[in-house]
């Protein structure tokens, strides 16, 4: 059997914000999309079954994470990750690129063997090349690769910033050719260059020049401002390829994803909703809410009396504020599916907005108040 091609048409732009589809043998995902973040093969304190039915159309997973435990083979012999974790929608797998700089012990960079690093977890040292990173991808059977990048941790040191991006390019070439041709699969290109607009519109030259499925924006979300953020996507927006999904990677916020739709962004993933939502911090339409605060525990109102799905509604702030201030399970489960509910919400809203000509409208009520 001919497995569908993936590939992504623009539906209707709205000023830079625009709506379209990617299309996967596993199901069209409508973008602007927000995929739930599931690193070890689960949406923390949720059934993927429920994460479905919240409206999500893509989750991602990550090479790292997998990668240390349980390992690509075991996974492999399962019959891939969405037969292991027991998920229909489509996945994206991050490289472990990002992974390797945040969590990783005693790191080292080497230009041909790829990054060397002990694991957080037991110290066992590890390699991953690009060859490797797409092979373990492939291993897990992902829809949609990431290119194998580096992700330094100082962001504003132009010649750190430069000699990275030239590796990541350099690696992006070795990523391209071990992927090979597999017409049902994506592979992603990671725009890098830190703050710096001229190196930033380097790198996509580079990876457009290599050609790839998608262009993710990488080295983002990491201690700059906003207001920087912002800047980065505005001096690039008018350079990415119209026909090609745009990726924001670990963004975000209501705040981010609003702002960066503004600027032609077609997907988002982020650990906030879920973190979040096992730490009692709910998102809704008025607002954050920290429901383990004190002035909740005699409110016997909902989170949001408008959010019907899974009966979310029937739960008030009072007995969430009693599930937490106790530790229970459940408080982490309710939340959890609240926070993805209403991220998929404001998707399904951005998107409406766009295909009506309205969406500039709807970010300047929204940007401050979510």
Not at 38 to 55: L, S
Not at 99 to 111: H, P, Y
Not at 180 to 198: D, M, N, R, W
């Amino acid at each position: 059997m001919t497995l569908k091609k993936f590939s992504f048409n623009v539906l209707k732009k709205d000023d830079y914000s625009r709506t379209g589809i990617i299309e996967t043998h596993r199901g069209t995902i409508n973008t602007p999309a927000f995929m739930p973040v599931g690193t070890q093969a689960t949406v923390k304190a949720t059934f993927i079954d429920d994460i479905i039915k919240t409206g999500s159309e893509i989750i991602l997973s990550n090479t790292y994470h997998l990668m240390l435990r349980p390992g690509v083979e075991r996974i492999k012999s399962a019959g891939g990750l969405h037969n292991f974790m027991n998920c229909k929608l489509p996945i994206l797998t991050d490289s472990g690129g990002f992974q390797v700089m945040s969590l990783s012990k005693l790191n080292k960079i080497d230009r041909e063997l790829g990054a060397i690093f002990k694991s957080h977890i037991d110290g066992k040292e590890f390699i991953l090349s690009p060859e490797e990173s797409i092979r373990i991808q492939k291993g897990l059977n992902s829809d949609i690769l990431m290119v194998m990048d580096e992700c330094p941790k100082n962001i504003n040191d132009f010649d750190i910033i430069r000699k990275s991006m030239e590796l990541s390019i350099y690696w992006a070439k070795r990523s391209k050719l071990a992927f090979g041709t597999c017409p049902h699969k994506a592979l992603f290109g990671i725009v890098q260059g830190g703050l710096f607009s001229e190196l930033r519109l380097k790198s996509l030259n580079e990876l457009i020049n290599i050609n790839f499925d998608g262009y993710a924006l990488g080295g983002l979300a990491v201690g700059e401002t906003l207001k920087e953020m912002f800047e980065v996507i505005d001096n690039i927006k008018d350079y990415m390829p119209v026909g090609k999904p745009r990726y924001l990677m670990g963004v975000g916020t209501p705040q981010d994803i609003l702002g960066s739709v503004k600027r032609g962004i077609d997907m988002f993933d982020c650990v906030l909703p879920t973190r979040s939502g096992r730490t009692g911090l709910a998102f809704t339409w008025n607002g954050r809410v920290n429901i383990k605060n004190a002035k909740y525990q005699n409110d016997n109102t909902p989170l949001d009396s408008n959010c019907k799905n899974f009966n979310l509604h029937k739960y008030t702030k009072n007995y969430l504020n009693h599930l937490f201030n106790t530790n229970e399970i459940l408080a982490s489960m309710i939340l959890t599916l609240h926070n993805i509910n209403f991220y998929q919400e404001l998707m399904l809203a951005i998107r409406n907005n766009i295909n009506k000509g309205t969406f500039s409208e709807f970010h300047d009520v929204y940007i401050k108040k979510l």
